[in-house]
């Protein structure tokens, strides 16, 4: 089966400008989390979405936003970016909260000029 | 506090087992703990988890010590496709919240 699809894999925005990051997670799978991977801080956690709910969140400023649609899509957006939002931005899909395996996509890459 | 601790490198040699070793002292008694590799320009990929017991699977085995505080992943033939960064993470309870640490970068040498 299909695994989890992030879309675009890469982009290249400007200071000021805004962002939306889309994750297709696996058929059937409820629950999606977002990641940002960058070499100083390595991989934290921004947020995690089921049945189209936030269920925890991550220390970010309100710049990074989420949310998840019916068919368990998830979109992260980030306003106002900053040179330090460069990064790679990581999808994660689970059958359900709390389950053994994390499922991860390859990332969208974010440049911020 | 989800905090645990693995060497920064390590290094072996190929057809050779590995042991990556991890410690979680502060790990309470229904944490599992998880394994995840990321390998170069991809996302992270499940390994091993397990709470008592060691386990097994196609791709390692886990050892998780008898008071739980440590555990050691263990790759029983290296392969060059092994070299990889390796997290051992404890996963926040009742949530996808992974925390990961700077991991454990496994170099394979041929």
């Known amino acids: 089966k299909a695994g989890v699809t992030q879309t675009p894999r890469y982009l290249i925005k400007t200071r000021g400008q805004q962002v939306t990051l889309s994750c297709s997670p696996i058929?059937?799978?409820?629950?999606v989390s977002w990641y940002q991977q960058t070499p100083g801080q390595g991989l934290q956690f921004l947020f995690e979405?089921?049945?189209?709910?936030?269920?925890n969140k991550g220390n970010f400023p309100g710049r990074f936003s989420g949310r998840q649609f019916s068919n368990s899509r998830s979109e992260m957006n980030v306003s106002t970016l900053e040179l330090g939002d460069s990064a790679l931005y990581l999808c994660a899909s689970s059958l359900a909260l709390a389950t053994g395996e994390l499922f991860f996509g390859e990332g969208s890459r974010l440049t911020v000029l | 506090d989800a905090k645990t601790t693995q060497p920064n490198s390590m290094e072996s040699n190929e057809e050779e087992p590995v042991h990556l070793p991890c410690n979680h002292s502060t790990i309470s008694g229904t944490d599992y703990i998880h394994w995840y590799r990321q390998l170069p320009s991809q996302g992270p990929e499940y390994v091993i988890h397990?709470?008592?017991s060691n386990v097994n699977n196609r791709m390692a085995s886990l050892a998780i010590a008898e008071d739980r505080k440590s555990s050691t992943l263990i790759l029983h033939r290296a392969t060059l496709r092994d070299a990889a960064v390796y997290y051992c993470?404890?996963?926040?309870?009742?949530?996808?919240?992974?925390?990961f640490g700077q991991g454990t970068r496994l170099t394979i040498n041929p």
């Open positions: 979405y089921f049945s189209e709910t936030q269920r």
């Open positions: 993470i404890r996963p926040i309870q009742g949530a996808q919240k992974l925390v």
């Open positions: 058929s059937g799978h409820r629950s």
């Open positions: 397990g709470l008592t």
